[in-house]
């Protein structure tokens, strides 16, 4: 029985993504082969999931012309993305009006990350930003409606549509500032008049999944107590949890090790990380290219290492981590010898930062999936597609995610 899937905070829909499947992905990110459907040279399709898209949400009006762009190609209809404010949403559901779909059986959700950002003002809680993006006085404005506790609205829609599940994910440097990871995993744990016991949140390394980027993120995971099955109740409300019923995915590659033995890393996975040249493998270069996505890149100039986003990437390493506040210093793909470059085979090339479907491969989306439109009916700039790819969770990731979720699910819940 399929699975109905509702999105918040949506984006482009890199979770979104990974929980539809059917996307091509590069055969070395992927190690499950019961996972792909077919073969292209060095890249892989993965199968479809059991899982439906129904209902998708951001205030990027942008962010829905990429997404309904490529999920259109793929079935789903754009009608299902409403372009609006999470808070004005619950707000005119408390006024009778038909907004979400009911029999929803899984929440997902990345909440707003800047303002618990180590490369933010870190003003969690405190921020200075309305639910629409909008500079605001604290002192005057509801706290609630704030862009640090968006989370809040996201809790009230679950506390809606009750799912059977929830996944709500935000920049790891959030652990480090205090009491924020207890007071939201708490105010998860009771919603709606239904009780959910959240897994303690874990910090997920995309390198360890297959995503060629040194991409950390925190996930929480809610189950609704009253929808498990009696063995995954037992199991959760214990204090020590097996890999049995372990919600997040088992790491498939391990990073840079220095003693070069794998059995430190977790699970013991075998398979060495994805390297940004692997994820470059065959791609021309920009000017030689007809995708608008790959010719567009920042030419913002080279202003010096003491400013960020003024490296270029190592082809033998992870990619940086793709940010969606670069304001143009977005790193190079490659540095010329007298500002510090090291990649020596590309001498003669010109210097150049990287394009926004480079960004995308370091985040594993798909090439058919466009970022940067310049139609009639659909026009996405090269910032706003920047933004998008930077401001997204890496598909390959969302996709393990979403298949230990499926292989775990006739475990943990009761038939309906």
């Not at 205090?178 to 959910?196: A, C, H, L, R, T």
């Amino acid at each position: 029985m399929r699975k109905r899937l509702l999105s918040l905070f949506s984006g482009c829909g890199g979770m979104d993504l990974g929980f539809h499947g059917n996307f091509t992905a590069n055969k070395r990110s992927i190690q499950n082969n019961a996972w792909i459907k077919s073969n292209r040279g060095q890249n892989v399709v993965l199968k479809r999931t059991n899982f439906d898209i129904v209902f998708a949400n951001d205030i990027k009006a942008q962010a829905k012309r990429a997404w309904s762009k490529y999920f259109k190609k793929h079935g789903v209809s754009p009608d299902v993305y409403k372009v609006a404010s999470i808070v004005d949403l619950v707000k005119q559901h408390k006024q009778n009006k038909n907004i979400f779909p009911n029999n929803i059986d899984i929440v997902t959700g990345g909440f707003p990350c800047q303002d618990f950002s180590i490369a933010g003002k870190r003003r969690a809680f405190r921020s200075h930003r309305s639910h629409e993006g909008k500079s605001i006085d604290l002192h005057e404005t509801p706290n609630i409606e704030t862009r640090g506790e968006l989370y809040i609205w996201m809790r009230k829609v679950i506390g809606i549509v009750k799912p059977k599940i929830f996944i709500a994910e935000n920049v790891s440097g959030m652990k480090s500032i205090p009491n924020v990871i207890q007071d939201i995993k708490k105010d998860f744990e009771s919603i709606g008049g239904e009780k959910y016991i959240v897994l303690n949140p874990e910090i997920l390394r995309a390198g360890e999944y297959g995503v060629p980027q040194s991409r950390e993120r925190i996930f929480f995971i809610g189950l609704k107590v009253s929808a498990l099955t009696k063995v995954a109740l037992n199991h959760y409300r214990g204090r020590v949890l097996s890999d049995k019923f372990n919600l997040y995915p088992p790491s498939t590659h391990y990073l840079n090790n220095p003693t070069g033995d794998i059995s430190l890393f977790v699970n013991n996975s075998s398979h060495k990380f994805v390297s940004t040249k692997e994820a470059f493998h065959d791609l021309p270069e920009p000017w030689k290219s007809k995708d608008v996505s790959h010719k567009a890149r920042s030419k913002a100039k080279y202003y010096g290492n003491h400013m960020q986003g003024q490296i270029e990437v190592k082809p033998d390493e992870l990619g940086p981590t793709i940010r969606a506040e670069h304001h143009g210093n977005i790193e190079f793909r490659r540095l010329n010898k007298k500002n510090g470059g090291k990649i020596e085979r590309e001498r003669g090339l010109w210097q150049r930062r990287l394009t926004v479907r480079e960004c995308a491969r370091l985040q594993t989306f798909p090439d058919d999936y466009e970022f940067v439109v310049n139609e009639t009916d659909c026009n996405i700039s090269m910032s706003e597609g920047y933004k998008l790819v930077g401001d997204a969770v890496p598909p390959v990731l969302a996709y393990n995610i979403t298949m230990r979720i499926q292989e775990l699910w006739p475990k943990l819940f009761l038939e309906d």
